[in-house]
């Protein structure tokens, strides 16, 4: 590969895995206790409140849904650990010269392009989970992604890239931004033709074209003259020089700064100098 | 038939005669130091009152700062004289008529060269024929 310096290929950390197991814990560990606790309270309220039929319901039959409901619980926990294992096996992240590619997926593989033209902003994202094993998420924020039908089909919302579970976000982000302005940003060479100051540049934007309709007035035409001598018609000259009629009248009428080349084109149709042309005055 | 031209400039060296710094220039024409670059260079069409400041400040008619070259002059003499050898033979002429292309005008090129002559050098250099010649508008 020759482009192997200017990439950047990296996989996501396996802190991820153990803060999504201390997350699905907390979170079923919660649902388990609060699901086992009504069970015995029920249990318990059919046994005191039918008092008529005292041990109907044999205290065994609580154990036992204390049992289901816990072997469930280490189910979910295993399953989740063992998938998230698989997850950051599977994910898999390049940085190239135009765009960024995100590979993931366990069962089903999904491969993401998203190129830096439509990259708007790039969130880091640290989360209370993320701060106890010093990871981060990094969001790639795309310009008019598929937000509203993803959030339809999945109910969530997530960016277009996603990547979780990273030890150091910045160097990515430093990577991004380079290539972002090494490669598509604004051409080579062509950097400080942009307005540096961006507080000025719309100062900068509005006096150009104010310069730019005023040069115009600054230059006398004797086009129609020499036309008339050259017995072409306007129309006819047009044609010639490969511009639409209203160009050239705008040039007879001074109200168009033309460029070198079509200032060129019309004396040779015309067959004569450019200071015979034009004047500036 | 015709040569697709383009202007090439020779501000630097006229620039140089009266030992104008760039930035000189392009304050005295009211232009940015990159503008007289990129004229330099010749990849950029001026307008034609910066031409005519610069041609004013330089003391030169416009037509010996910006003048006009065929496109295909400058491709020409960038190749070795066995690539010259080899187009030639496949155009079907001799080395010195293909050679005769850069100095030539648009009324000689006429007279010397059937379009598909043409059309094979063109070919054989990689460049788009439309970009190298243009048709004579038929009236």
Redesign the interface.
């Known amino acids: 590969m020759s482009n192997e310096k200017k990439s950047y290929e990296s996989s996501i950390s396996s802190s991820y895995k153990n803060k999504e197991l201390l997350k699905i814990t907390i979170l079923l560990g919660f649902i388990a206790t609060a699901a086992s606790i009504l069970t015995w309270w029920i249990m318990f309220m059919i046994i005191t409140d039918g008092m008529e039929k005292p041990g109907a319901v044999p205290i065994e039959v609580t154990f036992l849904v204390f049992i289901i409901s816990y072997v469930v619980f280490i189910a979910i926990i295993t399953l989740n650990f063992l998938y998230n294992k698989a997850y950051i096996k599977n994910f898999h992240y390049k940085i190239l010269e135009d765009h960024i590619v995100i590979k993931h997926g366990v069962f089903t593989k999904i491969v993401a392009t998203i190129p830096y033209s439509r990259i708007q902003n790039i969130n880091i994202v640290n989360g209370v989970f993320d701060r106890l094993f010093k990871i981060f998420t990094v969001k790639i924020e795309t310009a008019g992604s598929s937000v509203a039908a993803a959030s339809a089909q999945k109910g969530h919302i997530r960016p277009e890239g996603y990547i979780p579970g990273l030890k150091n976000p910045e160097i990515i982000e430093k990577k991004i931004k380079e290539m972002m302005t090494k490669y598509s940003a604004v051409p080579s060479g062509l950097e400080?033709?942009i307005f540096k100051p961006e507080e000025l540049a719309f100062d900068n934007f509005i006096s150009y074209i104010l310069s730019k309709m005023r040069?115009?007035e600054?230059?006398k035409t004797s086009i129609t003259e020499l036309r008339e001598k050259a017995n072409i018609s306007a129309a006819d000259l047009a044609?010639?020089v490969g511009v639409p009629l209203q160009t050239i009248n705008y040039l007879t009428e001074g109200r168009y700064?033309?460029?070198?080349?079509?200032?060129?084109k019309i004396a040779e149709v015309l067959q004569c100098?450019?200071?015979d042309l034009?004047e500036?005055i | 038939m015709r040569f697709k031209k383009k202007i090439v400039s020779r501000i630097k060296q006229f620039r140089e005669e009266l030992e104008l710094p760039q930035l000189e220039l392009a304050k005295l024409v009211g232009v940015s130091r990159q503008t007289i670059y990129y004229l330099e260079r010749g990849s950029y069409n001026p307008s034609l009152t910066i031409s005519f400041k610069i041609s004013e400040i330089l003391k030169k008619p416009i037509h010996d700062i910006f003048y006009q070259e065929p496109v295909i002059k400058d491709i020409l003499e960038g190749k070795s004289l066995a690539e010259l050898r080899e187009i030639a033979e496949i155009a079907c002429i001799n080395l010195e008529k293909l050679a005769s292309l850069s100095e030539i005008d648009d009324e000689q090129l006429t007279k010397d060269f059937k379009e598909d002559t043409l059309i094979k050098i063109a070919l054989e250099l990689g460049i788009d024929f439309e970009d190298l010649f243009e048709k004579e508008a038929e009236n």
């Open positions: 400080d033709k040069e115009g600054k230059l044609e010639k700064n033309p460029s070198l080349a079509l200032a060129y100098k450019i200071e034009f500036l």
